[in-house]
């Protein structure tokens, strides 16, 4: 059983990583062996269109051709069991790094011949991959929905689940930005009023990443 947790931030130990981290220690209880992959450390793009995985006869088998750093770790995502993809929200979207590696790994699993049920995408693979989406934001859980993120980040989940079978999303909302925010301009934050909330949320936004990361593994046991 092999879980592995990338982390779209470009911080490799706050908010993102450390949700992702007890996701990780929860597949770990679960049972996995476990792998977290910081994108931050990989050079590699987005994809570039050429469409190698969409000619007739190629032998892509759902990997994008693409050399760099990403091609490895995409080869072991498609052998694993359980995936769990973390990212900062920016400007209203997860991170370029997280939009980057979406490109790459789904759409060369993609076919764009007819697929033998309608309305199912058809598969350059039948790979069955439990997946979670980890979210880290400024925002607040009202800011969240009164600003439509559930709406703009839905896709993404859709995504996951049509080529893999399974997607769900944590949040961690009213994240901390800095370790001492008396040392940055932020008068227009209510700095007590935001560690009220943290110190209330993220032990219990920790623990909902945890039991995500068990929870995952338990399926993935279970198929
Ligand atoms: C460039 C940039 C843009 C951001 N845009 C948003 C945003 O649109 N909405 C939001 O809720 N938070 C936004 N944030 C805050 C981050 O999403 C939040 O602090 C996140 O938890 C950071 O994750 P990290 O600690 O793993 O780096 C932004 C932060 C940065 C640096």
């Not at 979207?93 to 309608?118: A, Q, S, V």
Request: hydrophobic content about 35%; proline content about 4%.
């Amino acid at each position: 059983m092999k879980a592995i947790f990338i982390n779209g931030s470009p911080r490799k130990n706050k908010n993102t990583a450390q949700m992702l981290e007890s996701a990780m220690n929860g597949a770990q209880e679960a049972g996995a062996e476990v792998e977290m992959i910081h994108l931050q450390n990989l050079n590699f793009k987005g994809c570039v269109s050429c469409f190698a995985c969409k000619r007739k006869g190629n032998t892509c088998s759902g990997l994008c051709i693409q050399k760099d750093d990403l091609r490895p770790v995409l080869e072991r995502i498609l052998q694993a069991d359980v995936l769990v993809v973390g990212s900062p929200i920016y400007w209203s979207y997860p991170t370029g790094m997280f939009r980057n590696l979406i490109e790459r790994l789904l759409f060369p699993i993609l076919r764009y011949d007819k697929g033998e049920k309608p309305n199912t995408a058809s598969k350059y693979i039948d790979k069955q991959l439990k997946c979670g989406l980890i979210y880290t934001m400024n925002n607040t859980p009202e800011r969240y929905k009164l600003v439509h993120y559930d709406t703009i980040l839905e896709p993404d989940r859709q995504y996951m689940e049509m080529m893999f079978g399974h997607c769900e999303v944590v949040n961690a909302f009213n994240t901390w930005q800095f370790p001492d925010y008396s040392k940055f301009d932020t008068s227009a934050v209510d700095v007590a009023e935001k560690q009220r909330f943290r110190d209330n949320q993220w032990p219990q936004d920790l623990q909902k990443a945890y039991e995500l990361g068990k929870r995952l593994v338990e399926m993935a046991k279970e198929k």
